[in-house]
């Protein structure tokens, strides 16, 4: 058992305020990831759960327990370092039972311990050499073997993926995912890569400022983000917003206007629409139809095709100049200077009043699951 | 033609003036004595200097040492062979300097080797505990750095003649003991406080150059791993013993090597404060190499040239051997 709770938790530098006070859950086995952009405070809130940071003010309870004033190592938590931090003298058997011979295990289960988690990171080959004649991957792989060694109740991760290059950093995301299930402890994963976020985590917390912006599943944060925040930081590549005012509002459809774009009549799902309100309209690069030519949606230039091969990312302009992205599955046809007509997908788009929030959808008018087909017709 | 591009011209002009002239006889050089062999060509200017100062010195010394007499031109010295070595190892007992024709190289090399390893141990032992203190996150940090490397700006006469007025019978020490109810004592005079204060005031003099370095390799010790350790439930003693001690090894070598140098050739704070005394009490082979040699009429440089050579091939078997121990306890 190992459930996570921060109370009001927060952490000032002298008078910088870096976390205002946080108030989170997290349960027994749950694989979380904290995600934001760089300085939103997620690494600082891993290191209070660790202890390397003493909080200002809040309580930090593991298991109902408060350890908001227990010495780190006596917290019952690991931590892998986004720089390994290995111990570049010892070898990587020597930095593998270092922790357990500070705390005086017996040698025998200090040898049993290194053997497991050697055999379960595949670096048995790896134990009498030093960090520096290892590559970064099976740094890597060391550095979480120190942690499993210490068969912690809570694994914390810092960015651990972030010196890797591509390739590796998509092999390691899938061994951390499986090592998650293998040992079911609860995983904390700090990460500004929302890819990672999304693939990993049983649970996305998301930070702005030191604010938890949303909490959800991946695809719950996908599919409903809160704010246009949460709404343009989950998705890769980002939502598009298309700003505007709501213009004549009837009792199924409302107009939506924005200056350089043709009005557009979209169903109305919730009743809080005023006319003349400012609003914007966020509509994901997969949720658009789009139509070669005139027609009834907004007209697009076409600025640049990426043709991935089983993809293509159309970036396009709109006439006052401002991007807006189209993905299209498989090879597009669209060239270089093309106007296109794009549309949202019927039910795929979402409504952001001025401040940012989302402007809630009624019951019963809940968003449409995801239509991935919008080829050009 | 604009004003701007006269100017730009005449930058070119005189930026390249120094490239044209030096690119014909670059290449000139390089066609005489091939490629492979520019290096040397680029390494003269400092190969020539090294020659003049430090090379060609020890050379005028070995022959010194193997020539007599208390002339200094070459010329009019005669050749003796090894007979200034033969004079410095006269001994009847080797562990008796009295036995010993030149008894006082006896004595001022065994004061060299109890000086050496104790005022060594001490300067590497204090500063390394200072370097500590001034790595935490202290109030006044930089005050305190500041302070102890202050007496590394001084002038070791100045230091010298400063210990000498706090240490001498009248001096500051003793007036603090007078007014503390203690008897004066007369600290340069008895053998033991002459030793103990030459050691203690050479370590201050020296020691905030070594803390500095010692502070700069500290504070390349990566933040993380002292957090790691932190996590595996390293204690303090555990930290300093098993994490900052041997990633501070290559540093810690750099300085043993450059104290224990400096530490042999100490002679100017101490032939100011004590003169060698009481009786030679206090006397390092620098300063009996000095005294035979320039000092003592006749003056004998050809036994201090000696005594000279033998001390540098000392230093450098020593160095040698505590670097080849460092590489194998890193390779290890």
Known sequence: ?377 | MSTTNWVSRAGFGLMSLPARVIEPVMSGVQRLIGIKRMPWFFLIPNLTAVMLFALLPVLINVFYSLTGSDRLYPQDRPWVGGRNYETLFDCTNYLDPSTCSRDLFWRALGNTLTFVPIQVVCMIGIALITALCLNREIRGRGFFRGVFFFPVMLSPVVVALTWQWILQRNGALNGIFSAIGLNPVNWLVFPNTAFFWSVFVTVWAHMGFYTIILLAGLQAIPRDVYEAAKMDSASNWRVFTKITLPLLRPVLLVVFILSMIRSVQTFDELYILTGGGPGSATMLMVQYIYEIGFAIQPRNFGLAAAASLLLGAALLVFTAIQLHLSRRAQNG
């Open chain 1, 1 to 377: 058992m190992a459930k996570l709770v921060l109370e009001k938790v927060a952490k000032s530098f002298g008078l910088v305020n870096v976390l205002p006070g946080v108030d989170l859950d997290i349960e027994d086995g749950e694989f979380v990831v904290f995600v934001g952009p760089s300085g939103c405070g997620k690494s600082t809130l891993l290191r209070l759960i660790a202890g390397l940071e003493d909080v200002s003010s809040g309580d930090i309870l593991i298991d109902g327990d408060s350890v908001t004033h227990v010495p780190a190592a006596d917290r019952g938590v690991a931590m892998v370092f986004q720089s390994y931090a290995l111990y570049p003298h010892m070898t990587v058997r020597q930095n593998l039972s270092f922790g357990l011979e500070n705390i005086r295990m017996q040698r025998p289960e200090i040898e049993r311990r290194v053997g497991e988690a050697a055999r379960l990171l595949q670096i048995e080959q790896l134990l009498e050499r030093r960090p520096k004649e290892l590559s970064g991957g099976q740094r890597q792989r060391v550095a979480i073997g120190r942690a499993i060694t210490r068969d912690p109740k809570i694994f914390l991760f810092d960015e651990p993926l972030s010196n890797l290059d591509a390739e590796l950093r998509v092999l390691m995301r899938i061994e951390i995912t499986r090592l998650h299930e293998r040992l079911g402890n609860t995983m904390i994963y700090v990460t500004h890569d929302q890819i990672e976020a999304m693939t990993m985590a049983d649970k996305i917390v998301v930070l702005r400022g030191g604010v938890i912006e949303q909490v959800g599943a991946p695809l719950e944060l996908y599919n409903q983000p809160r704010n246009a925040f949460v709404a343009g930081f989950i998705g890769s590549p980002r939502m598009n917003f298309v700003e505007g005012t709501i213009g004549e509002v009837s009792g199924e459809t409302f107009t939506f206007t924005s200056p350089d774009l043709p009005a557009m009549t979209l169903p109305r799902r919730t009743a809080s629409l005023a006319a003349g309100q400012k609003v914007s309209v966020g509509v994901r690069p997969e949720d658009l139809i789009v139509s070669k030519g005139k027609g009834s949606g907004w007209p697009v230039t076409v600025s640049v095709a990426e043709q991935h091969g089983a993809n293509s990312y159309i970036h396009c302009s709109r006439p006052n100049g401002e991007p807006l992205l189209i993905h299209q599955p498989g090879q597009s046809a669209v060239e270089r200077g093309d106007i296109l007509n794009v549309s949202p997908v019927p039910a795929r788009w979402h409504l952001f009043d001025a401040s940012g929030l989302r402007i809630e959808i009624e019951p019963g008018q809940e968003m449409a699951p995801p239509i991935l087909h919008t080829a050009i017709q």
